[in-house]
C-alpha cells in the first residue's frame, strides 16, 4: 500500500539543527519530495530526491534517503525563526500511474528564539 | 509571476448548496490537481487531469466533480456539500503527469466550512 508518517512536532531552539523524519511504504517511488507550509499558505517545494540517490544537500538543507529502511530525512542547518512551518513529506509512487504525490500528516517546526 | 489561484480563500456555506472553487494556472501546465487536507491525514488526492477535457478520480472523489474546458482552469464542483467536506483545499499544477522531477505548484489553499 501507499503511506507516509511523519512525526507530528520538533522544537528546536534557534541556531540548532532540526532533523525531520518521514518513512514510506512504496518501495518503488521514484521520487521523495520536502514541501514546507507556512501559515495560511499553500506548499512550497523545498527540495526532491530521486530514488537512487543517498543524499542531497542545498545550502542549509540536506536530505538523506535510506532506501533499504525506506526512511527520508530532512535536516536544515542554524535553523531561524523563519523555518517555522509545517513540513510535509511526500513522494510519488512507482505503482500509480495518476500522477499523485502521497503526503505525509505534516510536521510541525517550532523554532524558539 | 509563475503562481496557481484558487478563489475564494475561504467560504462557509450551508448543507446542499451547490458551490464551486475556481483553480486557475498561467505556467501552460499539462497536469492540475485537487487535494484536500485535514488534520492527521496529510493531502488526499480528490481528482486530477492530465490535460484538456481529460479529468480522472483521485483518492477521494466522493461528492466531488470537476471539468477541464481549458487549460489554465480546473474548477472543484460540490453539488450538494455535506459537513464531512469541510477541509482546507489546495489545487496544484505540474508540467505534465510523467516528469515528476518537476516542480508541482500549489495554490495558497481554499478553507471550505460546509454548516
Known amino acids: 500500500g501507499e503511506d507516509v508518517e511523519q512525526s507530528l512536532f520538533l522544537s528546536v531552539r534557534e541556531g540548532d539543527s532540526s532533523v525531520i523524519n518521514c518513512t514510506y511504504t512504496?518501495?518503488?517511488?521514484?521520487?521523495l519530495y520536502w514541501y514546507k507550509q507556512e501559515p495560511g499558505a499553500g506548499l512550497q517545494l523545498l527540495t526532491y530526491?530521486?530514488?537512487?540517490?543517498d543524499m542531497k544537500q542545498d545550502q542549509r538543507l540536506t536530505v538523506l534517503l535510506n532506501k533499504k529502511d525506506k526512511h527520508l530525512s530532512l535536516r536544515i542547518a542554524d535553523t531561524q525563526t523563519g523555518d517555522s512551518a509545517i513540513y510535509f513529506c511526500a513522494e510519488s509512487p512507482g505503482s500509480s500511474n495518476t500522477g499523485k504525490l502521497i503526503f505525509g500528516q505534516g510536521t510541525t517546526l517550532q523554532v524558539k528564539p | 509571476e509563475a503562481q496557481v489561484t484558487q478563489n475564494p480563500r475561504y467560504l462557509i456555506t450551508v448543507t446542499g448548496k451547490k458551490l464551486t472553487v475556481t483553480c486557475s494556472q498561467n505556467?501552460?501546465?499539462?497536469?492540475m490537481s485537487w487535494y484536500r487536507q485535514d488534520p492527521g491525514l496529510g493531502l488526499r488526492q480528490i481528482y486530477y487531469s492530465m490535460n484538456v477535457e481529460v479529468t480522472d478520480k483521485g483518492d477521494v472523489p466522493e461528492g466531488y466533480k470537476v471539468s477541464r474546458k481549458e487549460k489554465r482552469n480546473f474548477p472543484l464542483i460540490l453539488e450538494s456539500p455535506s459537513p464531512n467536506q469541510t477541509s482546507l483545499y489546495f489545487c496544484a499544477s505540474r508540467l505534465d503527469r510523467a516528469r515528476m522531477n518537476t516542480e508541482a505548484f500549489f495554490g495558497q489553499g481554499t478553507r471550505l466550512t460546509v454548516v
Open positions: 512504496d518501495s518503488s517511488s521514484t521520487y
Open positions: 530526491i530521486f530514488s537512487n540517490m
Open positions: 505556467m501552460n501546465h499539462e497536469y
